[in-house]
């Protein structure tokens, strides 16, 4: 394993962590591809996390270099992640994915947000994140089944995108929401916005989704 990442394992929740983020991310590519091996779970796991980092301060820095690897080798990071089922059902990739533009990154995506094997709920609510951020027009058509999610963090991220993206495709599992008495007040609210919208939308005479 190359010493940069190593370095920047071993200083994950530490005082030295930012400096080791900023060396690592001076490396060659191939230091991604190096990172996204243990993302992975193909290489062994080093040593991580600084002496006495809490738990959570690990995680979230886990997590950031993940995503700034994106930023910083975004087409190295696509190959890897393309040829790896497992990075492709792992949030914190999904979650970088969401500032690369090409189609191969919003096809991952797409696949993310539809992965219905249990405990893939956050998986899928981190996906249609991503697509929101990237403005794609690849959740008019996901959105009807996702706000039927059984997941309240998918539904809520769904709900986030459905007056924007929402078509006809999506009034009814919509209206489904507001009418039950028994959903959450966040949930018939967002739901009877995201109604309100796409009505407008109709009456206007522009149906589909839009971008604004």
Known sequence: M????????????????????ARFLTLHDDA?????????????????????AHPRAVVEDAAEIVYAA????PERFESVVTASP?????????YALRNLRSAGSEAILVAAAQVRAAGNEYLR??????????????????LP????????????????AAGRYG????????RRIVDNPRRKHWERDKAGHAIARITRRQASGGGRATTS
């Not at 190593?6 to 030295?16: P, V």
């Not at 994106?70 to 080798?73: E, I, M, P, R, T």
């Not at 089944?145 to 986030?160: E, M």
């Not at 078509?167 to 919509?174: C, F, I, M, Q, S």
């Open 125 to 142: 609510a981190t996906a249609v994140g991503s697509l929101l951020v990237r403005r794609s027009k690849a959740l008019t058509d996901l």
């Open 86 to 94: 497992a990075l492709r059902r792992h949030s914190s990739v999904v």
């Open 145 to 160: 089944r996702l706000l039927g999610d059984r997941a309240d963090v998918v539904r809520h991220a769904a709900l986030d």
């Open 2 to 21: 190359d010493g940069g990442l190593a370095r920047l394992l071993a200083a994950l929740g530490g005082d030295d962590y930012r400096e080791a983020l």
């Open 32 to 52: 991604c591809a190096a990172l996204l091996a243990v993302v992975a779970g193909d290489v062994p796991a080093p040593p991580t996390g600084a002496a006495g």
């Open 70 to 73: 994106a930023q910083q080798w």
């Open 167 to 174: 078509d006809e495709r999506a009034l009814t599992p919509l």
